[in-house]
T-cell receptor, first 110, second 115 residues
Framework: RKEVEQDPGPFNVPEGATVAFNCTYS??????FFWYRQDCRKEPKLLMS???SGNEDGRFTAQLNRASQYISLLIRDSKLSDSATYLC???????????FGSGTRLLVRP | EPEVTQTPSHQVTQMGQEVILRCVPI?????FYWYRQILGQKVEFLVS????????KSEIFDDQFSVERPDGSNFTLKIRSTKLEDSAMYFC?????????????FGPGTRLTVL
């Protein structure tokens, strides 16, 4: 089983749509969870950390379900500029290394 | 806003040559990392560095690789004898001490091409 698993997409949605990405992770002892976005041939940029109680940042809402080892990201009112690859990232139980999923590609069309 | 910087942005080298990739982490950060991303693949952890020593390394980080903090600002990754399969994007990242979630911030990367 992959350490961090994501649907590769692409998700092709119109502007203004709501889109949800899911991710599962294999290590139940993982401590920290993140969503990064990556534009083509650029560095991963931290979008948001994911807290146990769930958290929201503007149009973005992240949820964590530790029992199911499942993380989600919801994007409301999609903008053209949201087009990117969204990376689900987990940090180890006793380690600071980040473990990346392969990413889910989002295309927002006019 | 403080950011991680990396040089060069693109490095082309011949197989068997040594390369040094340079990074300047965010100034108050004390944890430093190297990751790589082969084209079309996911980002992979190479090594973490704290208090002037390696704190963790992956299986990829073999004897051909080394890291160094030669002064108070730079953090380098050296590949002693490059192979074709070392061609990838190399990202440096840093995080601040005591951050409960250890959020890591990435530099723009160095694209290494081994011919």
């Amino acid at each position: 089983r992959k350490e961090v698993e994501q649907d590769p997409g692409p998700f092709n949605v119109p502007e203004g749509a709501t889109v949800a990405f899911n991710c599962t992770y294999s290590n139940s002892a993982s401590q920290s969870f993140f969503w990064y976005r990556q534009d083509c041939r650029k560095e991963p940029k931290l979008l948001m950390s994911v807290y146990s109680s769930g958290n929201e940042d503007g149009r973005f809402t992240a949820q964590l379900n530790r029992a199911s080892q499942y993380i989600s990201l919801l994007i409301r009112d999609s903008k053209l500029s949201d087009s990117a690859t969204y990376l689900c990232v987990v940090s180890g139980d006793s380690s600071y290394k980040l473990i990346f999923g392969s990413g889910t590609r989002l295309l927002v069309r006019p | 806003e403080p950011e991680v910087t990396q040089t060069p942005s693109h490095q082309v080298t011949q197989m068997g040559q040594e390369v040094i990739l340079r990074c300047v982490p965010i100034s108050n950060h004390l944890y430093f990392y190297w990751y790589r991303q082969i084209l079309g693949q996911k980002v992979e952890f190479l090594v973490s560095f704290y208090n002037n020593e390696i704190s963790e390394k992956s299986e990829i980080f073999d004897d051909q690789f080394s890291v160094e903090r030669p002064d108070g600002s730079n953090f380098t990754l050296k590949i002693r004898s490059t192979k074709l399969e070392d061609s990838a994007m190399y990202f440096c990242a840093s995080s601040e001490p005591g951050a409960s979630y250890n959020e890591q911030f990435f530099g723009p990367g160095t694209r290494l091409t081994v011919l």
